[in-house]
Nanobody, 125 residues
Framework: QVQLVESGGGLVQTGGSLRLSCAAS????????MAWFRQAPGKEREFVAH????????YYADSVKDRFTISRDNAKNTVYLQMNSLKPEDTAVYYC??????????????????WGQGTQVTVSS
């Protein structure tokens, strides 16, 4: 069983920055593909960013490209989401997710086996 614990959410003004962290349990973190999703009130949970298990490739939703950066520190079993130039439409609960599947589609919720409890990000206008 893998446990994921997010932190770093909060309230920020438009144009500000936040860094989310997700700490994973287990001794095989390097075998997990990791992602961030978000869910705004009344909306479906949507893909934000993914980093593969070897940290060689990253993928982003068009809405966050060039503003958000996903990274991972395998020594700390942690994945990060650096969020810059935040907009009110970025307001959501942000979830960390992990997949142990060998083959998966990074943008699909069903690809992920484990989820964190979420952290609230609120961007004020």
């Amino acid at each position: 069983q893998v446990q994921l614990v997010e932190s770093g959410g909060g309230l920020v003004q438009t144009g500000g920055s936040l860094r989310l962290s997700c700490a994973a349990s287990g001794r095989t973190f390097t075998t997990y593909g990791m992602a961030w999703f978000r869910q705004a009130p009344g909306k479906e949970r949507e893909f934000v960013a993914h980093i593969n298990r070897n940290s060689g490739n990253t993928y982003y939703a068009d809405s966050v490209k060039d503003r958000f950066t996903i990274s991972r520190d395998n020594a700390k079993n942690t994945v990060y989401l650096q969020m810059n130039s935040l907009k009110p439409e970025d307001t959501a609960v942000y979830y960390c997710a992990a997949t142990v599947k060998r083959y998966y589609t990074y943008g699909q919720k069903g690809s992920y086996d484990y989820w964190g409890q979420g952290t609230q990000v609120t961007v004020s206008s």
